[in-house]
């Protein structure tokens, strides 16, 4: 079973600019979650999708945060404009309502961003 | 509120050495506990986990009991080797699903 897959697993920018990431969750997996991780601390998390909808956003700074993920399936995190203090590892977490196992999230391996 | 504290600074141990990784929490209602691990350049991996009291995880050689009366879910393994050089979170479940991770704490064992 593939794990989730995250894309780019690094991305340097300079601030002001936009940025995107993608995140693939397991087959089937009907929760997606987006974590920053800063350097030293554990992830909080940004946003929580149940199949296409984002039912836990309160995190998520929305005045240059975005997330989507319209057919319920792959997701993308956007930052416009970047920030100096946006410098961190964004994680993506999938997990299955229909395992039984609900509580159990699997981690991608993250982007590293650098805000230059 | 919901919060996770784990023990300060990295563990530095030699190999077949015992491992202890204190972890205390603070929870509203009854939370899930779990252990994370991140090994270098991977994503966070789940290690073991309990969901009620009195429950014990195990996984690979590590155990953590939930411990309702100390609030804490310590993990140990009585042996480590190198390749248990990761760096390692405790967590908990709260509202719908939300992790709280603590800190988490490095570990390096020395061959």
């Known amino acids: 079973e593939a794990g989730v897959v995250q894309s780019p697993r690094y991305k340097i920018i300079e601030k002001k600019q936009p940025v995107a990431f993608w995140c693939n969750p397991i087959?089937?997996?009907?929760?997606l979650y987006w974590y920053l991780q800063n350097l030293g601390q554990g992830p909080e998390l940004l946003i929580r999708?149940?199949?296409?909808?984002?039912?836990?956003d309160s995190q998520l700074p929305k005045d240059r945060f975005s997330a989507e993920r319209l057919k319920g399936v792959d997701s993308t995190l956007k930052i416009q404009p970047a920030e100096l203090g946006d410098s961190a590892v964004y994680l993506c977490?999938?997990?299955?309502?229909?395992?039984?196992?609900?509580?159990?999230?699997?981690f991608g391996p993250g982007t590293r961003l650098t805000v230059l | 509120g919901n919060s996770v504290t784990q023990m300060e600074g990295p563990v530095t141990l030699s190999e077949e050495a015992f491992l202890t990784i204190n972890c205390t929490y603070t929870?509203?209602?009854?939370?899930?506990l779990f252990w994370y691990v991140q090994y270098p350049g991977e994503g966070l991996q789940l290690l073991l986990k309990?969901?009620?009291?009195?429950d014990k995880g195990s996984n690979k050689g590590f155990e953590a009991t939930y411990r309702k009366e100390t609030t804490s879910f310590h993990l140990e393994k009585g042996s480590v080797q190198v390749s248990d050089s990761a760096v390692y979170f405790c967590?908990?479940?709260?509202?719908?699903?939300?992790?709280?991770f603590g800190k988490g704490n490095q570990v390096v064992v020395i061959p």
């Open positions: 087959s089937g997996h009907n929760t």
């Open positions: 977490a999938s997990s299955s309502r229909t395992s039984g196992r609900w509580d159990e999230q699997f």
């Open positions: 999708y149940e199949n296409e909808e984002a039912v836990d």
């Open positions: 309990a969901t009620k009291a009195d």
């Open positions: 929870a509203t209602g009854y939370p899930s």
């Open positions: 967590a908990l479940t709260y509202g719908n699903n939300r992790l709280a």
